[in-house]
Structures are given as structure tokens and as C-alpha cells.
């Protein structure tokens, strides 16, 4: 099998004789850098600086502002409260976002050359979508607006200094809980105004829909226009955003465009002419690559820019002289930012390794913004580091930030090279990663983990991953790859697990994976072990169904049985859309929901393995993990169920999580063969 590997180009991080691996508290040392804003005029650049706290074990977000020439890097804003939404005047003088502290929330208002910021308005809830008017005299954004709730009986209230049971709740909307905030309160999401002269705010929608952004203003001021689903039903209806025009002085919508799928992040050109717009039309398939697409301002047939490209696209901007647009997308596994002309032509100049905006595993991610001359700046990151502030003119790239210079000048970070091989199943290629363990020696044979990405339409890459170090770190090469139906090798790499999914190929992709490293000498065959979060947490659970090569596994909040997960996840009105042809209850269908879900074949099963999830997951609920758990219980398979309390999807969302889950997943291989943990690295 042929094994091609290329060193990755990273920051040259000096590394002292006498620097230890990254260590498990070294999770709440973790800094990066997100939402980068640069100004109009290209001189400075606004971001959002992320970094953990040891006291509170949140990640807290600060906004601070560096000059394009490096010249000046300055906090903004109350130094105890969190900021977000950063965004520029349309002349470049301002400073506006989004700021709470406690229940206290205020947009501010802040100048590039002062540290101090205003308050403009002091908010209900949170505002979130900052976006200045083309005059630069008023502010639109999102901000929720709670009702109150018609409950089908109305009970006696308890007499003063009583002590009654916790009120029953009503539940009644299809969409009534989501992954990550819990259950919805009632209520709306709402747009608003806010004057910057007067401060005073006007709630421009009030209907019973959610709004959100990004939106974008009509050139004259007296509009905006927005993505929403704003009719009957549209709960029921995935996959269906329209875009509206929405007068902002009374609320009032007007349909703008109906795709017949998914419209997205309306963009007014600097002319006043055109609406750009992210979508695709809908085709019922798992996955449909995004794309760039443009109509007159005034209405009319859309016109698809990107339909050539083969890559999906994540977000727009208009260049200022409104005769292209950047996108961004990933391309292998790497972040990248292009330009579209308007005639659909790509400019083949582009801007790499964006993202690192996650600090756990090496997820695609990052965004940007361009000013008014074309200079870009955006969160670069690289195998080695997590995002910094970088920015692009004409090409010429430069670093403004080293967040973690400190940290990792006494860390001896594992080093990470790139790798391409042949799946056994059609001879495409499968592009993947290996970390090496700090004092990596090629005389020696590493176990080996096997660490599987989620989605299953997502992609890992070039960017730096804590929980990949710290197993490296502990003495393991590292394997993460992206097997056929990862995004960001075209549409058709994606449509192979089109309700296909997990399936033999994509099981052989990472099997094969695994036989380079073994077949190049680089790891014990007799010490394999596999973990996987999400989509990788399913495909973790088939894999210990199809082979006992492993020596013990951790499936990470895993889908076991598609019939369940399609009554209980808060994403069920998608699932039984896209990813089957029908729900449960149809009698052809459910076989094919029994197929492709690991319990069927949990009999086959002899591997140990360890099952995670938070308790409060609403996308994988952990009755997922508890029916995969109980069956092996059954079967008298070793097993163990670590739930995590008040935690969503995103189990390692604080530092401390990332320490504990890592832990876990170490000290359960560590029982069957693997490496010891050292008390060094905790």
C-alpha cells in the first residue's frame, strides 16, 4: 500500500531541552482568537480572544483590538464582563458590540484609539448580529423577547410561605428543546434597532417566528433582508429558509426568494444592486454542498456562482469594489478563503489554514472579514497552535498574535504529519493525520489510537487538537482520518454514505488506515484501541460489531439505534427527512434503521468498551449509550458508562471536561494493555 507523507508547515516553536508534554491542567492555559473584524480601512482588527479560567472552568470570552502593523494590542471593554458580535462603523470611527456581565447586557460603543468603551443601550437578554446601517446611524440585531405561555388550565396558586411541587410544564411546539440551551423558553427571537445618536431602541418584528443572522441592510437604509422560515408550519419543514425584506420601520415582511431549499446570510453589494446569498436547492439527499448564489436587488431568477467549484461554502463577503466576493471553504482538510467573480469564475489567489477555533479536536472552523482594499484577516492556525490573528494583503500573510507563546514554550508538543493512502474498497485516496508522542523514536512500536470524527459530514485537518496531544502526550500515535462522506473533497466523496451510513466502505477507509501504520512499523499491532465523538462515536460502536483487532474502545455520545434516536434527538424532524427515506413506523423503513444501527449487531461484540454522555445531550440522548451499555451487560462484556452531568452534545465545552474526558478515555485503555498514566501529565 502506498504511504505518501508530508511534513506539515507550522510555527516554529522553539522547544528548551528541558520542556515537558502537555499536561491536563494545560487545558485552562489554552487561548485563541475568533471573530476577527478588521476595519474598513484595513488598520486594525477587533477579535474576540477565548481562554479558559481555572476558577470559574469557563471559557471566557474578551474583546481586544491589535493594529494591522502590530503597533498596538489592547483590551476593550469592562475587563469582568464577556463580549461578543465586534463590528465597525461603515466609516471605520467605531466600535460597536455586544457586552453582559451577570444579568446586566448592553451593546457598547468603543473608538480604535481608546481602551474605554460607552454604553449605548442596556438590553433585556443578550443582542447578538451587530449590524451598522449604511448611513452608520443605527444598529440592527437579534435579541429574545419571551411571551407569555396559553396553559390549558389555570391552577390555585400556593398561599404565601407555602412550599407546593415545581409547576408542571407545557410543552407544545415540535421544536421544544435543542441541543445545548435545554428546553425553549417561550418566545422569539426578535430584530431590533437601536438609534446611535438617541439610544433608542425599536423592536422592528414581533410575529411568532425566530429571526437570526447574519442579515444585511438595503442600500437606501429602509429595509433589511433576512433568512427565516416566516410561515405556517415551519417547524415541520427542515431545509426551508426563505429570504425576506423586512421594512424596519414597520416590521412589515415581504417574501424575497424562494429557493426550494435552505437560504442563508443575505448580503447586500456595496452598489445596492445585488443580493448574495449562501443555499442549495433541496434534493433530499443526507448532505448538499452550500453554495454562492446571486439576484437582483429588486427580485428575480438567482444565479448560482459556486454550482462549479465542488466545494461547500461557509460564509461570504463582498469585496468593496463589489465585483467579487471571498468564501470561505475547506479543501483537504484545510481552511481556506477564494474569491468568486460575478461571471462565476474563481480567482485562484486564496488564503490558507483558517480555523482552530476548536479547542478539543482538529474540526474545520475559523471565519474572517476582508476591509475595504482587500486585505483579509482571519484566525490562522496550524497543527501546532490554535487560532491567531493573521492577516492577507496581496498575499503577503503575517502573523499579528502568539496567544500561546508562553504555554508552549514549555511544551514539548507532539509532532503531526499528513498522510495519504489507498482504501482497499475502490483505491481512492484517504487523506490523514498521525501525532506522534513527544521523543518519538522510529526504533520503537507505539500503541496506536484510532480517533474518528463526528458529523459524519465534517472534516478534521491541520489544526492544532488538545485531546490529540494529550493522547500523544501520554505515549500513544494518534490516527485521525477522513474516511469517504468527510466534507471538503467535493460532493460526490460525500454522497457515498448518502443514507448509507455507517456502512462496510467508511469501516474499511479507517481499517486501512490503520494497516499503513502497522505495515510502515510505526505502532504495536497488538495494542490498537479506538474512540470517537458523535458520528465517530456510531462509528466506533460498528467497528467493535465488525472486528475484536482493537484491545478496548470509548464511544463518545454515539447513535446505537436509529429508531430511537429518530423519536428522541431535538434534530428528529431532520433525521427521518434526510437520513432515511421514512420514519420508523413504516415497516420496509425500519429495517433499513435496524442495519445500519450498532445494536443489531451487538451479539458480535467482545471488545471492552466504555460508553460517554452528557446527561443533558438532546442530540445523541444518553439513552443511546444506555441501551449499548445494558446489551453488553447482557452479554457479560466489560463495560463501563461514564455520564456527564449537565452537559450537552458538547461534553468537553469547559476545560475541566476536556481533563475529564481525556482521563477517562486513557485510564480505560490503560486497563486493557495500554500506556500507564503518568502523574506528570495530570
Known amino acids: 500500500m502506498r504511504l505518501c507523507i508530508t511534513l506539515l508547515i507550522c510555527l516554529a516553536i522553539s522547544t528548551p531541552s528541558d520542556a515537558e508534554p502537555l499536561q491536563w491542567l494545560d487545558a485552562f492555559k489554552l487561548q485563541f482568537a475568533t471573530e476577527p473584524q478588521i476595519s474598513p480601512d484595513g488598520e486594525n482588527i477587533a477579535y474576540i480572544r477565548v481562554s479558559g479560567d481555572i476558577k470559574t472552568d469557563k471559557f471566557q470570552n474578551r474583546l481586544w483590538l491589535i493594529s494591522a502593523d502590530d503597533d498596538s494590542h489592547q483590551r476593550v471593554g469592562d475587563t469582568h464582563a464577556s463580549q461578543s458580535s465586534p463590528s465597525w462603523s461603515p466609516d471605520g470611527n467605531t466600535l460597536a458590540f455586544s457586552q453582559s456581565k451577570d444579568d446586566n447586557h448592553t451593546i457598547q460603543l468603543s473608538s480604535p484609539d481608546k481602551r474605554k468603551s460607552n454604553e449605548l443601550v442596556s438590553l433585556e437578554n443578550g443582542a447578538s448580529g451587530l449590524t451598522w446601517s449604511p448611513d452608520g446611524n443605527q444598529i440592527a440585531f437579534i435579541q429574545f423577547v419571551e411571551e407569555e405561555q396559553n396553559l390549558i388550565v389555570d391552577?390555585?396558586?400556593?398561599?404565601?410561605?407555602?412550599?407546593?411541587?415545581?409547576?408542571?410544564?407545557?410543552?407544545?411546539?415540535?421544536?421544544?428543546?435543542?441541543?445545548?440551551?435545554?428546553?425553549?423558553?417561550?418566545?422569539?427571537?426578535?430584530?431590533?434597532?437601536?438609534?446611535?445618536?438617541?439610544?433608542?431602541?425599536?423592536?422592528?418584528?414581533?410575529?411568532?417566528?425566530?429571526?437570526?443572522?447574519?442579515?444585511?441592510?438595503?442600500?437606501?437604509?429602509?429595509?433589511?433582508?433576512?433568512?427565516?422560515?416566516?410561515?405556517?408550519?415551519?417547524?415541520?419543514?427542515?431545509?426551508?429558509?426563505?429570504?425576506?425584506?423586512?421594512?424596519?420601520?414597520?416590521?412589515?415582511?415581504?417574501?424575497?426568494?424562494?429557493?426550494?431549499?435552505?437560504?442563508?446570510?443575505?448580503?447586500?453589494?456595496?452598489?445596492?444592486?445585488?443580493?448574495?446569498?449562501?443555499?442549495?436547492?433541496?434534493?433530499?439527499?443526507?448532505?448538499?454542498?452550500?453554495?454562492?448564489?446571486?439576484?437582483?436587488?429588486?427580485?428575480?431568477?438567482?444565479?448560482?456562482?459556486?454550482?462549479?467549484?465542488?466545494?461547500?461554502?461557509?460564509?461570504?463577503?463582498?469585496?468593496?469594489?463589489?465585483?467579487?466576493?471571498?468564501?470561505?471553504?475547506?479543501?483537504?482538510?484545510?481552511?481556506?478563503?477564494?474569491?468568486?467573480?460575478?461571471?462565476?469564475?474563481?480567482?485562484?489567489?486564496?488564503?490558507?489554514?483558517?480555523?482552530?477555533?476548536?479547542?478539543?479536536?482538529?474540526?474545520?472552523?475559523?471565519?474572517?472579514?476582508?476591509?475595504?482594499?482587500?486585505?483579509?484577516a482571519f484566525t490562522s492556525c496550524t497543527s501546532m497552535e490554535l487560532a491567531n490573528i493573521s492577516v492577507d494583503s496581496d498575499g503577503n500573510i503575517q502573523q499579528l498574535t502568539e496567544l500561546n507563546k508562553e504555554l508552549f514554550s514549555k511544551r514539548d508538543v507532539g509532532q503531526v504529519d499528513r498522510i495519504t493512502y489507498k482504501s482497499s474498497i475502490d483505491q481512492r485516496e484517504i487523506d490523514g493525520w498521525i501525532a506522534y508522542p513527544p521523543g518519538y523514536s522510529e526504533d520503537k512500536k507505539y500503541p496506536l489510537i484510532l480517533e474518528i470524527h463526528g458529523g459524519p459530514f465534517a472534516n478534521y485537518g491541520s489544526r492544532f487538537a488538545m485531546e490529540i496531544q494529550l493522547y500523544a502526550a501520554a505515549g500513544y500515535v494518534v490516527l485521525y482520518t477522513n474516511p469517504r462522506g468527510s466534507t471538503s473533497y467535493g460532493e460526490e466523496f460525500t454522497d457515498l454514505i448518502d443514507h448509507n451510513y455507517p456502512c462496510q466502505e467508511d469501516y474499511q477507509d479507517m481499517m486501512d488506515g490503520v494497516d499503513t501504520l502497522i505495515s510502515n512499523g510505526t505502532v504495536d499491532?497488538?495494542?490498537?484501541?479506538?474512540?470517537?465523538?458523535?458520528?465517530?462515536?456510531?462509528?466506533?460502536?460498528?467497528?467493535?460489531?465488525?472486528?475484536?483487532?482493537?484491545?478496548?474502545?470509548?464511544?463518545?455520545?454515539?447513535?446505537?439505534?436509529?429508531?430511537?434516536?429518530?423519536?428522541?434527538?431535538?434534530?428528529?424532524?431532520?433525521?427521518?427527512?434526510?437520513?432515511?427515506?421514512?420514519?420508523?413506523?413504516?415497516?420496509?423503513?425500519?429495517?433499513?434503521?435496524?442495519?445500519?444501527?450498532p445494536l443489531t449487531y451487538v451479539d458480535k461484540v467482545k471488545t471492552p468498551t466504555m460508553l460517554m454522555t452528557g446527561e443533558q445531550d438532546y442530540r445523541t440522548p444518553i439513552t443511546e449509550a444506555e441501551q449499548f451499555y445494558q446489551a453488553l451487560q447482557l452479554r457479560k462484556v466489560d463495560t463501563m458508562m461514564i455520564r456527564v452531568p449537565d452537559s450537552s452534545h458538547s461534553i468537553a465545552s469547559k476545560p475541566s471536561r476536556i481533563m475529564a474526558k481525556v482521563g477517562h478515555v486513557l485510564a480505560w485503555f490503560a486497563e486493557y494493555g495500554g500506556e500507564a498514566i503518568d502523574d506528570k501529565s495530570k
Open 155 to 376: 391552577l390555585p396558586t400556593a398561599p404565601k410561605g407555602a412550599e407546593w411541587a415545581k409547576e408542571m410544564i407545557q410543552i407544545d411546539k415540535p421544536i421544544y428543546r435543542r441541543d445545548g440551551s435545554g428546553y425553549v423558553k417561550y418566545g422569539y427571537d426578535q430584530v431590533f434597532i437601536v438609534d446611535i445618536e438617541s439610544g433608542e431602541v425599536t423592536q422592528v418584528t414581533s410575529d411568532d417566528y425566530d429571526h437570526s443572522g447574519p442579515f444585511s441592510w438595503s442600500k437606501d437604509g429602509a429595509s433589511i433582508y433576512i433568512a427565516g422560515q416566516f410561515y405556517a408550519d415551519w417547524e415541520h419543514t427542515p431545509r426551508a429558509e426563505h429570504l425576506y425584506k423586512v421594512n424596519v420601520a414597520t416590521g412589515e415582511k415581504q417574501l424575497f426568494l424562494e429557493l426550494k431549499g435552505p437560504a442563508s446570510a443575505p448580503s447586500v453589494s456595496p452598489d445596492g444592486n445585488t443580493v448574495a446569498f449562501l443555499g442549495f436547492v433541496d434534493d433530499k439527499r443526507s448532505f448538499q454542498q452550500t453554495d454562492v448564489f446571486i439576484v437582483p436587488a429588486t427580485g428575480g431568477d438567482p444565479v448560482n456562482l459556486t454550482g462549479e467549484f465542488d466545494r461547500s461554502i461557509s460564509a461570504l463577503q463582498w469585496h468593496a469594489d463589489g465585483k467579487s466576493i471571498f468564501v470561505q471553504y475547506d479543501d483537504h482538510g484545510v481552511g481556506c478563503v477564494g474569491r468568486v467573480n460575478l461571471d462565476a469564475s474563481m480567482q485562484v489567489d486564496k488564503t490558507t489554514n483558517v480555523g482552530g477555533t476548536v479547542v478539543g479536536r482538529p474540526y474545520q472552523g475559523g471565519s474572517f472579514s476582508a476591509a475595504d482594499d482587500g486585505t483579509i
Open 525 to 597: 499491532p497488538e495494542r490498537l484501541y479506538v474512540t470517537g465523538g458523535s458520528g465517530g462515536g456510531i462509528l466506533t460502536a460498528w467497528i467493535v460489531t465488525k472486528t475484536d483487532r482493537f484491545k478496548a474502545a470509548v464511544s463518545q455520545k454515539p447513535v446505537i439505534n436509529w429508531a430511537t434516536m429518530a423519536y428522541t434527538s431535538d434534530a428528529y424532524m431532520y433525521f427521518s427527512s434526510y437520513w432515511f427515506s421514512d420514519a420508523p413506523w413504516n415497516p420496509k423503513e425500519m429495517a433499513e434503521y435496524l442495519r445500519r444501527s
